[in-house]
Protein backbone atom coordinates (compact mmCIF):
# COMPACT_ATOMS: atom_id res chain seq x y z
CA UNK A 1 0.00 0.00 0.00
CA UNK A 2 1.51 3.28 -0.61
CA UNK A 3 2.00 6.11 1.54
CA UNK A 4 -0.61 8.29 0.20
CA UNK A 5 -3.89 5.31 0.42
CA UNK A 6 -2.67 4.13 4.34
CA UNK A 7 -3.46 8.08 4.79
CA UNK A 8 -7.29 7.93 2.87
CA UNK A 9 -7.69 4.73 4.82
CA UNK A 10 -6.69 6.63 7.85
CA UNK A 11 -9.03 9.15 7.29
CA UNK A 12 -11.95 7.51 5.81
CA UNK A 13 -11.94 5.03 9.21
CA UNK A 14 -11.53 8.36 11.54
CA UNK A 15 -14.08 9.94 9.75
CA UNK A 16 -16.51 7.10 9.77
CA UNK A 17 -15.94 6.16 13.49
CA UNK A 18 -17.07 9.44 14.25
CA UNK A 19 -20.32 9.10 12.80
CA UNK A 20 -22.90 8.76 15.63
CA UNK A 21 -24.76 5.61 16.64
CA UNK A 22 -28.86 5.72 17.43
CA UNK A 23 -29.62 5.74 21.32
CA UNK A 24 -32.23 3.85 22.45
CA UNK A 25 -34.04 5.24 25.53
CA UNK A 26 -36.66 4.03 28.01
CA UNK A 27 -39.45 6.03 29.27
CA UNK A 28 -42.11 4.53 32.02
CA UNK A 29 -45.38 4.39 32.37
CA UNK A 30 -46.13 4.40 36.27
CA UNK A 31 -49.03 4.53 38.49
CA UNK A 32 -46.59 6.41 40.91
CA UNK A 33 -43.24 7.81 40.48
CA UNK A 34 -40.73 10.42 41.97
CA UNK A 35 -43.07 13.42 40.41
CA UNK A 36 -46.37 11.59 41.76
CA UNK A 37 -49.16 9.73 40.43
CA UNK A 38 -50.07 8.63 37.10
CA UNK A 39 -46.85 9.81 35.25
CA UNK A 40 -44.44 9.24 32.34
CA UNK A 41 -40.33 9.21 33.78
CA UNK A 42 -38.69 10.31 32.66
CA UNK A 43 -41.77 13.29 31.85
CA UNK A 44 -38.67 15.14 29.49
CA UNK A 45 -36.29 13.31 27.38
CA UNK A 46 -34.06 15.55 24.64
CA UNK A 47 -32.57 13.09 22.17
CA UNK A 48 -30.81 13.02 18.50
CA UNK A 49 -32.74 12.44 15.33
CA UNK A 50 -32.92 8.68 14.69
CA UNK A 51 -33.08 7.76 18.73
CA UNK A 52 -35.46 5.00 19.76
CA UNK A 53 -37.77 5.28 22.49
CA UNK A 54 -39.60 2.49 24.41
CA UNK A 55 -42.24 3.33 26.45
CA UNK A 56 -42.60 0.52 28.94
CA UNK A 57 -46.09 -0.59 30.53
CA UNK A 58 -44.13 -0.78 33.88
CA UNK A 59 -47.91 -0.64 35.70
CA UNK A 60 -50.79 -1.66 33.53
CA UNK A 61 -53.81 0.69 32.27
CA UNK A 62 -51.65 3.42 30.43
CA UNK A 63 -50.81 3.93 26.96
CA UNK A 64 -48.09 6.51 25.07
CA UNK A 65 -49.33 8.32 22.25
CA UNK A 66 -48.82 11.41 20.39
CA UNK A 67 -51.31 14.75 21.44
CA UNK A 68 -52.65 15.83 18.08
CA UNK A 69 -51.22 19.10 16.84
CA UNK A 70 -48.21 18.70 19.14
CA UNK A 71 -45.60 16.73 16.72
CA UNK A 72 -43.24 18.82 14.33
CA UNK A 73 -45.09 18.86 10.40
CA UNK A 74 -44.84 16.01 8.27
CA UNK A 75 -43.95 13.42 11.71
CA UNK A 76 -45.55 10.42 12.15
CA UNK A 77 -48.50 10.12 14.86
CA UNK A 78 -48.16 7.18 16.91
CA UNK A 79 -50.66 5.17 19.42
CA UNK A 80 -49.86 2.61 21.67
CA UNK A 81 -52.04 -0.17 22.98
CA UNK A 82 -52.90 -0.31 26.44
CA UNK A 83 -50.89 -1.79 28.58
CA UNK A 84 -48.59 -2.34 26.10
CA UNK A 85 -44.76 -1.11 25.22
CA UNK A 86 -44.41 1.07 22.35
CA UNK A 87 -40.89 1.19 20.39
CA UNK A 88 -41.12 4.46 18.32
CA UNK A 89 -37.99 5.66 16.19
CA UNK A 90 -37.72 9.81 16.00
CA UNK A 91 -36.63 10.82 12.87
CA UNK A 92 -38.01 14.49 12.51
CA UNK A 93 -36.55 17.21 14.86
CA UNK A 94 -39.01 18.78 16.87
CA UNK A 95 -41.12 18.82 20.45
CA UNK A 96 -43.24 15.46 20.66
CA UNK A 97 -45.89 15.75 23.08
CA UNK A 98 -47.34 12.62 24.44
CA UNK A 99 -50.25 11.61 26.76
CA UNK A 100 -51.64 8.64 28.41
CA UNK A 101 -55.17 8.57 27.22
CA UNK A 102 -57.16 7.86 30.32
CA UNK A 103 -54.93 10.08 32.67
CA UNK A 104 -54.71 12.94 29.91
CA UNK A 105 -56.84 15.07 33.13
CA UNK A 106 -54.56 13.56 35.95
CA UNK A 107 -51.07 15.25 33.80
CA UNK A 108 -49.78 12.14 32.70
CA UNK A 109 -48.18 13.63 29.75
CA UNK A 110 -44.13 13.11 28.44
CA UNK A 111 -42.54 15.89 26.00
CA UNK A 112 -39.59 14.25 23.73
CA UNK A 113 -37.33 16.67 21.93
CA UNK A 114 -35.93 15.55 19.11
CA UNK A 115 -32.51 17.43 17.94
CA UNK A 116 -33.90 21.47 17.56
CA UNK A 117 -37.01 22.28 19.05
CA UNK A 118 -38.48 23.81 15.73
CA UNK A 119 -42.14 23.53 16.25
CA UNK A 120 -41.89 24.78 19.91
CA UNK A 121 -44.12 27.71 19.64
CA UNK A 122 -46.73 25.24 18.01
CA UNK A 123 -46.74 22.96 20.59
CA UNK A 124 -46.67 25.13 23.41
CA UNK A 125 -50.00 26.59 21.95
CA UNK A 126 -51.76 22.98 21.94
CA UNK A 127 -54.73 22.96 24.51
CA UNK A 128 -53.98 20.57 26.77
CA UNK A 129 -56.66 20.35 30.09
CA UNK A 130 -55.70 20.52 33.63
CA UNK A 131 -52.42 19.74 35.29
CA UNK A 132 -51.66 18.36 31.87
CA UNK A 133 -51.56 21.82 30.94
CA UNK A 134 -49.72 22.96 33.66
CA UNK A 135 -46.85 20.75 32.72
CA UNK A 136 -46.26 21.22 29.42
CA UNK A 137 -45.77 24.80 30.88
CA UNK A 138 -43.07 23.93 33.15
CA UNK A 139 -41.36 21.15 30.46
CA UNK A 140 -41.42 23.47 27.31
CA UNK A 141 -40.83 26.63 29.37
CA UNK A 142 -37.19 25.83 30.05
CA UNK A 143 -36.50 25.02 26.36
Known amino acids: MTLKALIL???AVAT???VAQAA????KMLNRG???AMVFEPELIKIAPGDTVIFKATDAGHNAETIPGMLPDG???FVGKMGKDVTVTFTQEGVYGV???PHLGMGMIAAVVVGAPV????????KTPGKAKKKFEA???GL
Open 75 to 77: AEA
Open 119 to 126: NLDAAKAV
Open 99 to 101: KCK
Open 9 to 11: ATV
Open 16 to 18: LSG
Open 139 to 141: LLG
Open 34 to 36: EAG
Open 24 to 27: EHEV
